[in-house]
């Protein structure tokens, strides 16, 4: 059985999920730029000093709502009745029924990434947060933070041992090329065509696997 955190480990977990909340419903209506503290202060129902409490900045929340739900993706390619291959499906699977369900919020984290210069220091989430955040989810508690690349590299060494991938393909060079479908695609689609992006995603990751099978057929 899980550990019970305790009470103020809870309402410090309660506050930082109802301001992560407010700034993805947010997120629908302005860009990041646009939304005020106060507004998400008021919509959670705190202080705008107890705000900065919890985070310097709106893009350091924006970096925890980001956590929270590459949390749920890992979560998910880990329990899908899926493996290896199958399993790197479910997480741009999750991506696109993300970006369709709240464009402004995914193409928010979207953009942050690509103006990142570095890969910044994984935000961690308590016990108490993924608790409450994810009822459902059992083992959520265990698993890392993170980004995708913690679902994928599990996914992708069951690939090399099932002989869906080549024993020889380079995980690295995998990895970056995934994750430029998985930002990128989006990019290319914008709002106005996301219906399109599981099919497209789909067909993206068919030509990568056989380039992928290909090249390592080649270095051999």
Same mark, same amino acid.
């Given at each position: 059985?899980?550990?019970?955190?305790?009470?103020?480990?809870?309402?410090?977990? @309660?506050? =930082?999920?109802?301001? #992560?909340?407010? &700034? /993805?419903?947010?997120?629908?209506?302005?860009?990041?730029?646009?939304? !005020?503290?106060?507004?998400?202060?008021?919509?959670?129902?705190?202080?705008?000093?107890?705000?900065?409490?919890?985070?310097?900045?709106?893009?350091?929340?924006?970096?925890?709502?980001?956590?929270?739900?590459?949390?749920?993706?890992?979560? @998910?390619? =880990?329990?899908?009745? #899926?493996?290896? &291959? /199958?399993?790197?499906?479910?997480?741009?699977?999750?991506?696109?029924? !993300?970006?369709?369900?709240?464009?402004?919020?995914?193409?928010?984290?979207?953009?942050?990434?690509?103006?990142?210069?570095?890969?910044?220091?994984?935000?961690?989430?308590?016990?108490?947060?993924?608790?409450?955040?994810?009822?459902?989810?059992?083992?959520?508690?265990?698993?890392?933070?993170?980004?995708?690349?913690?679902?994928?590299?599990?996914?992708?060494?069951?690939?090399?041992?099932?002989?869906?991938?080549?024993?020889?393909?380079?995980?690295?060079?995998?990895?970056?090329?995934?994750?430029?479908?998985?930002?990128?695609?989006?990019?290319?689609?914008?709002?106005?065509?996301?219906?399109?992006?599981?099919?497209?995603?789909?067909?993206?990751?068919?030509?990568?696997?056989?380039?992928?099978?290909?090249?390592?057929?080649?270095?051999?």
């Amino acid at each position: 059985m899980s550990k019970k955190p305790g009470l103020r480990e809870r309402k410090f977990a @309660r506050t =930082r999920l109802k301001l #992560a909340r407010a &700034l /993805a419903q947010r997120l629908e209506q302005a860009t990041l730029e646009e939304v !005020a503290v106060r507004d998400l202060c008021d919509d959670a129902e705190v202080s705008e000093a107890t705000f900065f409490n919890y985070f310097a900045r709106k893009v350091d929340l924006l970096d925890y709502y980001t956590q929270l739900w590459m949390l749920e993706l890992n979560w @998910r390619c =880990r329990h899908a009745q #899926a493996q290896g &291959l /199958a399993a790197v499906a479910v997480s741009f699977d999750f991506m696109a029924a !993300a970006l369709q369900k709240q464009p402004g919020v995914m193409g928010e984290i979207i953009a942050r990434q690509a103006l990142l210069r570095a890969r910044p220091e994984p935000i961690e989430i308590g016990l108490a947060e993924r608790q409450i955040a994810y009822p459902d989810f059992d083992g959520i508690e265990e698993l890392p933070t993170g980004g995708v690349d913690k679902a994928w590299l599990p996914a992708l060494e069951q690939a090399m041992r099932g002989g869906e991938l080549p024993p020889n393909a380079h995980l690295p060079t995998v990895m970056v090329g995934l994750a430029s479908l998985f930002y990128g695609v989006p990019l290319v689609l914008r709002q106005s065509n996301f219906s399109a992006i599981s099919s497209m995603y789909h067909q993206q990751l068919a030509v990568f696997w056989a380039g992928i099978r290909a090249s390592a057929q080649g270095s051999t």
